[in-house]
């Protein structure tokens, strides 16, 4: 069975590399495999709940990633699909559709998914108080157990969160390495001004931000989110499953 994997593998990222737009990395020849999208449950615009599997049997394995965007938009949707991303924001569409071939789970995209995600303005989700990555998705902490994404806030106390089993832990920006510094400063997932200013989108400040420059009424924010399975080759270079979309998720107010 792992022979016959790596061999989807390859032929994959042959095809990626004669076809897309990514550079490629397919000198080693691993494999990953998705979060497979029944382990993942969405609950209208605000929760996501995503069964992570059991990978111990990969060893080049290492921990799960979280990649998003956020879109600002004109009018609310009680939930976000494919017949109203256009709407919502044109750029959302279009990155969706992008990213959509990618996401076929007989896929494998070594090194070359997180250039994809770049290329698209998809950032790694980072925690408050946390290292995502070393601790909360990492192999030995995450796999096996269900993660929830929540965007509802029922107090005031309360802001966008990650949990894991009783861990809970607040979802921050990304600052891409130090390349931007998002607005406002506390980088939670809160509709702002500050956030949804088109002044502030640029590549120094919201780079993790999809104008709607036309908008002269109420601007609302939504945020897309992706998860892969991220391993480390016998070079010491971090590659890729195929990403499994969780789903587009309202951003409430603070």
Sequence with gaps: MKKKLRSIFFLGAVALCAVGPVSC???DYVFLPPVPSGNISVTLNY???INLPDLSEYENFTHFTIYYRIYISGTSYPTVHTGNMNDLN???SADYNAILPYTNNDSTISTSINTLFKNRNYYALTLEGADIDKDVLSKDNAQGRAVTLDFIVTTPQTTPSLSI?????NLRRSTGDGIFNPQPANRYFFNT???NS???VSTMINADVADRSELSGDRYTYVS???VVTGM???LSLFYSAPSFIGVFFLPAP
Excluded: F, T
């Design 90 to 92: 044109p750029a959302l």
């Design 198 to 200: 088109s002044g502030n």
């Design 193 to 195: 001004p500050d956030l």
């Design 47 to 49: 929760r996501a709940v």
């Design 25 to 27: 990395g397919i000198e």
């Design 225 to 227: 989110i992706y998860i």
């Design 233 to 235: 080759d016998n070079n």
């Design 165 to 169: 089993d009783n861990q809970q832990y």
